[in-house]
T-cell receptor, first 114, second 114 residues
């Protein structure tokens, strides 16, 4: 069966520090991978998605970047965190198929930038 | 472009009462529609999805939703609320593309009172 791992679960970082959140998927190959951010009262915002190794699409301009060094690994990074980067970050995957495919979410990372 | 509007950021019901969570969508193509549930400090889980088959969709935990094209709505219902239903619920619409990007509503927090 497929599983998705996301870590760390919580993270407290000072403003200006770097960030690296990692997500891995097991039990499937060539998945679509996604990073979402959930800010209080604002729902989920798609940050990045990837349809293959090294292929990253950014949905909104921001202080963050994403990379996919391996088929089932998706990394969210920042060189210098801002206060506005605080939020709940969710990694997700779907089969590389049609638009009716469902998303499978990780358990999330609560990031607090102080 | 597509969008989702969830009416009511917070809904409170008594245990055993009807649950009704409202969702209206906007899409330039025939939509795929989804309801996800998020329990505290967890990722999202799929409750149900509409993919142009039957307009009344049954999901897990006794939830169902009806697609009404004329009203551009996809409201979520459950005849009798249980304490374990307390969570945040998100409606989402797919863009219909092969990369499968979801647009989420801002969410509705459901509280169930004893």
């Amino acid at each position: 069966s497929q599983t998705i791992h996301q870590w760390p679960a919580t993270l407290v970082q000072p403003v200006g520090s770097p960030l690296s959140l990692e997500c891995t998927v097991e039990g499937t190959s060539n998945p679509n991978l996604y990073w979402y951010r959930q800010a209080a009262g604002r729902g989920l915002q798609l940050l990045f998605y990837s349809v293959g190794i090294g292929q990253i699409s950014s949905e909104v301009p921001q202080n963050l970047s994403a990379s996919r060094p391996q088929d089932r690994q998706f990394i969210l990074s920042s060189k210098k965190l801002l206060l506005s980067d605080s939020g709940f970050y969710l990694c997700a995957w779907s089969d590389n198929g049609g638009a009716d495919e469902k998303l499978f979410f990780g358990s999330g990372t609560q990031l607090s930038v102080l | 472009a597509q969008s989702v509007t969830q009416l009511g950021s917070h809904v409170s019901v008594s245990e055993g009462a009807l649950v009704l969570l409202r969702c209206n969508y906007s899409s330039s193509v025939p939509p795929y529609l989804f309801w996800y549930v998020q329990y505290p400090n967890q990722g999202l889980q799929l409750l149900l999805k509409y993919t142009s088959a039957a307009t009344l969709v049954k999901g897990i935990n006794g939830f169902e939703a009806e697609f009404k094209k004329s009203e551009t709505s996809f409201h979520l219902t459950k005849p009798s609320a249980h304490m374990s239903d307390a969570a945040e619920y998100f409606c989402a619409v797919s863009d219909g593309g092969s990369n499968y990007k979801l647009t989420f509503g801002k969410g509705t927090l459901l509280t169930v009172n004893p």
